[in-house]
């Protein structure tokens, strides 16, 4: 099965600050297929990226996807007080699918 | 609006089964694979089954297999998860999710709408 690493673990920044995450496959994920989620606490994921860079119905513009074989990114481009959550990456390109283990995005 | 919602979690005894259900609705049930996707508390996530929209392929995760069953009623809209010989390391807060393209089942469906979780707990 595909390994998901994600890092850091854990991203200590201030609102308006840019946060960049990012999700290191143990192979290549096929034709792209990685998603992005948010949780927040007590809340199931919700959906921000599909595709690898593609952002869901009604995700702002300031979350951005990229990258594409075992590198992929989610970029903040400016903290917003509700984006401090913990975010996981997902590959389905292959059975079973994964998970990285989280990044939390905390307030400094 | 697509909904999911949860129900059967509860409190259960080591070695103890239980049912958990997933109502379904603003959406073709009958079209779309659904999933289970657990997280034991305060840990990741972590996928445990998926079904075809038909119910005629399963799949799960080696963690569940040959103690979990996983089927649909498609006339009713509800996903099911028959939880048998339960251990303490099952117990999470279980999520039923649905997968995101017509006729898809694992390779090439993510899981773009997720119900609210329902806790189970094994624990003597």
């Known amino acids: 099965e595909i390994v998901l690493t994600q890092s850091p673990g854990t991203l200590s920044l201030s609102p308006g600050e840019r946060a960049t995450l990012s999700c290191r496959a143990s192979?290549?994920?096929?034709?792209?297929?990685l998603v992005w989620y948010q949780q927040k606490p007590g809340q199931a994921p919700r959906l921000l990226i599909y595709g690898a860079s593609s952002r869901a119905t009604g995700i702002p513009d300031r979350f951005s996807g990229s990258g594409s074989g075992t590198d992929f990114t989610l970029t903040i481009s400016r903290l917003e007080p509700e984006d401090f959550a913990v975010y996981y990456c997902q590959q389905y390109g292959s059975s079973p699918p994964t998970f990285g283990q989280g990044t939390k995005v905390e307030i400094k | 609006e697509v909904q999911l919602l949860e129900s059967g979690g509860g409190l259960v005894q080591p070695g103890g089964s239980l049912r958990l259900s997933c109502a379904a609705s603003g959406f073709t049930f009958s079209s779309y694979a659904m999933s289970w996707v657990r997280q034991a508390p305060g840990k990741g996530l972590e996928w445990v089954s998926t079904i075809s929209g038909s119910g005629g392929s399963t799949y799960y995760a080696d963690s569940v297999k040959g103690r979990f069953t996983i089927s649909r009623d498609n006339s009713k809209n509800t996903l099911y998860m028959q939880m048998n010989s339960l251990r303490a390391e099952d117990t999470a807060v279980y999520y039923c999710?649905?997968?995101?393209?017509?006729?898809?089942?694992?390779?090439?469906?993510?899981?773009?709408?997720w119900g609210q979780g329902t806790l189970v707990t094994v624990s003597s």
């Open positions: 192979q290549s994920v096929r034709s792209s297929y």
């Open positions: 999710a649905k997968g995101s393209d017509f006729g898809v089942v694992i390779i090439g469906s993510y899981f773009d709408y």
